[in-house]
Each structure stands twice: as C-alpha cells, then as structure tokens.
C-alpha cells in the first residue's frame, strides 16, 4: 500500500487526514502538523520526489545543511521524522532518521547583559526628554530585564497589573507555550 504523496501532505485527501489523525493522536496540534505539512513539501520539490523511502538519511542531512537556521534544521528533521513514522504505520519501507541530528555548529546561547550594561540600558531609557515616555520606556526596559519576553510584554495590558498589599503583581496571560494572539 502506498501512502499519500508528499505533495498532497496538509491539502485534502483521505491518506493526508490519516496522517492528520495519527499526529492528533501522538498528541501533535493542528498547526504543528499544518506546520509539518509545509516543511515536507519544501523538502520533497527540494529533493524532487513524494516517495517517502528517498528520506534517506543523506539527502536529509544535505537538505538540512541547506538551512541555516538550527530552529529550521529542527523543524525539518521534525517533520520528516513524523512522516516516517506515519509512514511505516501504514506499512511503508522507510529509512531510520534515528542517528540523523541537526548539523553546522552548537546552538547559540542566549546572552545575558552584566550589571553594567543593564544600567546603561536604564540610564539611556530615562533620558527621554518627555516624562511620559521616559517612564514607559524605563518600565519595559525593567520588565525585559525581569524576563518577560518580548510578545510577552506587548501582549500586556493595564489590567493585567494589580496592587495586592502595596505590592505591585504582573499576571502574563500569554507566554511562550500560547497560542498566537487572535486564537
């Protein structure tokens, strides 16, 4: 039996809502496998083919050499791998990605300012000319530097402060394991 093509993934077709379904079922959401979708048609117009069995662990590596973001290298090498154990559950031959790993170099580590440089940040946020704004830009300076993320700190809105005992309490409604704003 032959699994859907590699180019129908994430369009309608019965084999394709199987391949839905086994994600759902493996706890995937809707948009990582609409996600994973896409990453397996760029792979498969990129390796010229929909046979799940010219997943052969060299092709991917030089597939994923060709990306030169690690998160996309993940992503890719994801997206194959749950293919291929979709694949194979519908009885496909298929190759083992298992010793594939993402290459180029380490993952970047995120840099923290020293204590010097976080002043600086401070002094320059105070030094708008208009009050206002210089108190707007001194409190988002301090929550970066508490670790909010960015879409965190947009996200927030003034009820999402509240003074309990004199005590000022942020409450983050959206953080990084969210949904997108407007879902």
């Known amino acids: 039996m032959r699994s859907a093509p590699l180019a129908l993934v994430g369009r309608v077709a019965a084999p394709t809502d199987r391949m839905g379904d086994f994600l759902a079922f493996g706890g995937y959401s809707v948009t990582t496998a609409q996600t994973y979708a896409a990453q397996l048609d760029r792979m498969a117009r990129w390796m010229g083919t929909d046979d799940p069995s010219a997943f052969e662990p060299i092709r991917v590596a030089r597939y994923l050499d060709g990306l030169r973001a690690p998160a996309s290298q993940r992503l890719a090498l994801a997206a194959a791998r749950a293919y291929l154990r979709y694949a194979k559950v519908v009885g496909e031959q298929v190759p083992d990605l298992a010793s594939l790993r993402r290459r180029g170099g380490p993952a970047r580590l995120a840099r923290w300012l020293d204590e010097d440089s976080q002043r600086q940040l401070l002094v320059a946020a ?27 700190v947009l996200d927030l809105a003034a009820d999402d402060i509240r003074l309990q005992d004199g005590v000022p ?12 704003c407007g879902q």
């Open 169 to 180: 309490t942020l409450t983050v409604k959206r953080g990084k394991a969210s949904p997108p």
């Open 126 to 152: 105070r030094s708008e000319a208009d009050p206002f704004l210089a108190a707007r830009d001194e409190a988002l300076v301090w929550l970066l530097l508490f670790g909010l993320r960015l879409a965190e």
